[in-house]
């Protein structure tokens, strides 16, 4: 797949991204807008950028892997996987609508080209902890990157793979979090707490960068340190600052658009908005 390194053009797909996260969610009368628009900067400049994949093969054994452990924000994944060229963009407006494969959470036996099917919290990082081991056992030079949310945080079997992780030194994987500080239904403050997360993913034994995950070049850089840092054999975190339901203003940094459908109107607006 041809790389896009360009800000500007990078920025432009991230505005087409959002713009199909909200159509599909209104097309379908639900789903969760808020943890997808606040990842989609950094997972456009992942998935035009840095992940070396293959739409014309999507099984390419050298490719790298991406688990959306978040699975509820597969509105974004589903726009970047066709526009990326996995499958035609118009499919996106089958999204939760029956027989479709774009459901509303990942379902790998509906779509092979996906790691595996997600919307569980806490259970992706295991997975790409399996299969970042697998990959190593077979001398494979690919990276696993895996999504998580910071509200998942809040599983403890998150807790458990990080330490798996670090035993095992699975360095070939880049763990991501969209730091956006609001889950389903209030902060993460109010909720439970994990602060400071990157003093903990330190004591952890990972090495972890911190960056404005709406800010291009700092999303660039981030990437490229974890890279960097993953072929020097460290363990990494990449903490994403966010915004949640980031490009529409009364979406903005609100638990009331985790996972609710705008109206009409609400619709209309969000579109204007991100023109
Ligand atoms: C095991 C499990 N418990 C509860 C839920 C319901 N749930 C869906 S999203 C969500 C909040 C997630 O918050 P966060 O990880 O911060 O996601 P984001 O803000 O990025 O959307 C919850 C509790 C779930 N999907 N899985």
């Given at each position: 797949?041809?790389?896009?390194?360009?800000?500007?053009?990078?920025?432009?797909?991230?505005?087409?991204?959002?713009?199909?996260?909200?159509?599909?969610?209104?097309?379908?009368?639900?789903?969760?807008?808020?943890?997808?628009?606040?990842?989609?900067?950094?997972?456009?400049?992942?998935?035009?950028?840095?992940?070396?994949?293959?739409?014309?093969?999507?099984?390419?054994?050298?490719?790298?892997?991406?688990?959306?452990?978040?699975?509820?924000?597969?509105?974004?994944?589903?726009s970047l996987l066709?526009?990326?060229?996995?499958?035609?963009?118009?499919?996106?407006?089958?999204?939760?609508?029956?027989?479709?494969?774009?459901?509303?959470?990942?379902?790998?036996?509906?779509?092979?080209?996906?790691?595996?099917?997600?919307?569980?919290?806490?259970?992706?990082?295991?997975?790409?902890?399996?299969?970042?081991?697998?990959?190593?056992?077979?001398?494979?030079?690919?990276?696993?990157?895996?999504?998580?949310?910071?509200?998942?945080?809040?599983?403890?079997?998150?807790?458990?793979?990080?330490?798996?992780?670090?035993?095992?030194?699975?360095?070939?994987?880049?763990?991501?979090?969209?730091?956006?500080?609001?889950?389903?239904?209030?902060?993460?403050?109010?909720?439970?707490?994990?602060?400071?997360?990157?003093?903990?993913?330190?004591?952890?034994?990972?090495?972890?960068?911190?960056?404005?995950?709406?800010?291009?070049?700092?999303?660039?850089?981030?990437?490229?340190?974890?890279?960097?840092?993953?072929?020097?054999?460290?363990?990494?975190?990449?903490?994403?600052?966010?915004?949640?339901?980031?490009?529409v203003s009364f979406?903005?940094?609100?638990?009331?658009?985790?996972?609710?459908?705008?109206?009409?109107?609400?619709?209309?607006?969000?579109?204007?908005?991100?023109?």
């Open positions: 797949m041809q790389k896009i390194t360009d800000i500007e053009q990078l920025k432009t797909i991230a505005k087409d991204v959002r713009r199909d996260i909200l159509s599909m969610i209104y097309e379908a009368g639900s789903g969760h807008p808020g943890g997808s628009l606040s990842a989609t900067d950094f997972l456009t400049v992942l998935f035009f950028k840095y992940l070396n994949h293959n739409p014309k093969n999507p099984k390419d054994n050298n490719r790298d892997r991406f688990i959306l452990s978040k699975g509820h924000c597969c509105p974004v994944y589903y066709a526009r990326t060229g996995y499958f035609d963009v118009n499919e996106l407006m089958t999204f939760r609508k029956l027989n479709s494969r774009l459901q509303g959470h990942p379902d790998k036996s509906k779509f092979d080209l996906m790691e595996t099917t997600s919307g569980s919290l806490g259970q992706g990082l295991s997975i790409a902890a399996g299969i970042a081991f697998a990959l190593r056992l077979d001398n494979n030079p690919a990276k696993v990157y895996c999504l998580l949310g910071d509200g998942e945080l809040n599983e403890g079997q998150v807790w458990e793979s990080l330490a798996t992780i670090n035993k095992y030194n699975l360095n070939n994987l880049i763990i991501i979090i969209d730091n956006n500080h609001i889950q389903l239904d209030g902060t993460n403050k109010d909720i439970k707490d994990l602060e400071p997360l990157q003093k903990k993913f330190f004591d952890f034994g990972f090495n972890t960068i911190m960056a404005d995950g709406h800010d291009m070049v700092q999303i660039m850089s981030a990437f490229e340190n974890a890279l960097n840092s993953s072929n020097e054999g460290k363990n990494n975190i990449i903490i994403f600052n966010t915004v949640k339901g980031k490009g979406m903005e940094n609100t638990a009331e658009w985790h996972g609710k459908a705008p109206n009409k109107e609400q619709f209309q607006r969000a579109i204007e908005e991100l023109r």
